[in-house]
């Protein structure tokens, strides 16, 4: 009974720590002026903190008596963070707007001062959140030894449903109920609540420790770094995969959560299908081997899949009906396009956690190996993210970010392979033959990915376009593309502006707002002689006003 009651609060802990997440990216770019950025930051620092917890209580686990009460006051403090968060932000922003900024007059130093405060108001949370999965895995760990495999793994399970859930219920249901403040009111309660229940489940409960052996220290940092580096490729895949999947679905906030849970429950249910096996396993490295070479098969496999999901998008706009019912169809179908994508590869990654620290545990590393990988992993997650934004994306693109993830997990296999010296070279040549004719055979569409059939639900008019530029950017996938009636500029495949470069065609609508957005303010106030334009776009509205601006 304990155990299965403890498996539900961690669920409900998960629920919350994805609200804050969500719920902090909403707040920072109301701060920062710009989503991507936001999100970057906070995922950034979010998983910093939680990399940190996690390695504090690595080392300090084993030296406490009852793991159990120091995560029931974990939990305590972040929900009473939570309850004061709001009026926190509000007097840091207003010290900054009223104080800091005015008296930096420096760009470079107001944008440093900001991220700086940013991170002051997340990061002690995102620390103790960190703490908290060592701490409840110590505590079963220790009451269970000959099930720790299964304990991880139904943690793992449990944690990651309920951050589905809950990124789906804030964006979804509480923000419009409650708004951003009182979303982080219900977290906190969740957090003071659970925080009790732990406390009295934890009453009795004083358990021995896990005894640290001297184990091989080889294998021991080959584990870690596998960690490390499957983290690092999972985030590549993430991040890849949602700003190819913001083409087929839309790049709004709902989009962005429902392409989120679909990663997140696909971890779930990894962590769910290797309960049971994981304890009965005579080498758990062995079993991680092969489902970190399906892993990167599975990522690889997402390419050629990919193509398919702008069909599916278009049939599902021509079915659905333009109101609120189709509007929550919309999404749903949304979710099961984004799993078709996602859950193959990130099934395989939620065993990764349980089977490596299972492994570990194998090798007489006690306890301490359950915050050792957590936060190797989730370091790996943070060079996954910043690699992908600044250097795969820009560099590499869509197609190289996906296959350089994929063949990094691949290549753990094989490399975990020769460390239990089994035979692979048929395997391996196999593998290399699919990444090579993958790389070589398959292309992403860009007429496919300019056409915003998330809004129109129309692929034929795009097929004949030109892609005159296609550029994977830091926040956005742009392209200029040539239409028989226009040339469009698209940012994640929405157009943010058309123009009819033949003087003696028709005009289009975009080009009457253009025109209209720097007419009639100079209409309302001739005498003007400056003005500022935000977004080049098409370039029409400012040649509008340079026609009549004195400058």
Known sequence: MTRGALYLLFTASGFAGLIYESIWTQYLKL??????????????????????????C???SARMANPLMAYAMVEALVGLAALVFHAAFVAVTDFSYDSMLPALGNEGLALAAKLALCCLLILPQSVLLGATFPLMSASLVRAAPRAAGESLAMLYFTNSLGAAAGVLTSGFVLIAAFGLPGTLRVAGAMNLAIALAVALLARPLHDRPLPAQRGDGQGLMLLLSVAFFTGLAS??????????????????????EVMLAAFVFGLALG???????????????????????????????????????????????HALARSDAGYRLFNASGALI?????????????????????????????EAAIGQVYAANTLGAIVGVLA?????????????????????????????????????????????????ATAVGVELDANKMTAGVFRHGDLASSRDATVLFNKDGKTATVHLVKYPEATSLRTNGKSDGSINLDASGERGSDEITMVLTGALPLALKPDTRSAAVIGIGTGLTTHTLLQSLDI
């Not at 701060?31 to 504090?56: K, P």
């Not at 995969?241 to 989009?255: D, E, K, P, Q, Y």
């Not at 098969?297 to 398919?308: G, T």
């Open 31 to 56: 701060f920062l002026g710009h989503a991507a950025y936001a999100q970057s930051l906070v995922l950034v620092v979010f998983m910093g903190g939680m990399a940190a917890g996690a390695a504090w």
């Open 58 to 60: 690595g080392r300090r």
């Open 235 to 256: 985030f590549v895949y993430e991040v890849s995969w949602i700003r190819m999947l913001s083409l087929v679905l839309g790049a709004s906030t709902h989009s962005f």
């Open 271 to 317: 962590g769910l299908a290797v309960r049971r096996r994981i304890d009965g396993l005579r080498e758990p490295a062995r079993l991680l081997a092969h489902v970190q070479i399906a892993m990167g098969l599975s990522a690889l496999a997402s390419l050629p899949l990919y193509d398919y999901t702008f069909s599916l998008m278009e049939a599902l706009m």
């Open 338 to 366: 984004a799993g078709l994508v996602m859950l193959p590869a990130s099934f395989c990654a939620g065993m990764t956690l349980p089977l490596i620290t299972a492994a570990l545990l194998r090798r007489g590393r006690g």
């Open 388 to 436: 992908t934004v600044h250097l795969g994306l820009p560099l590499l693109g869509l197609k190289g970010s996906l296959i350089a993830g994929a063949l990094i997990d691949a290549t753990l296999g094989f490399v975990l392979l020769a460390y239990l010296s089994e035979k692979y070279r048929l395997a391996a040549a196999a593998t290399a033959i699919v990444f090579l």
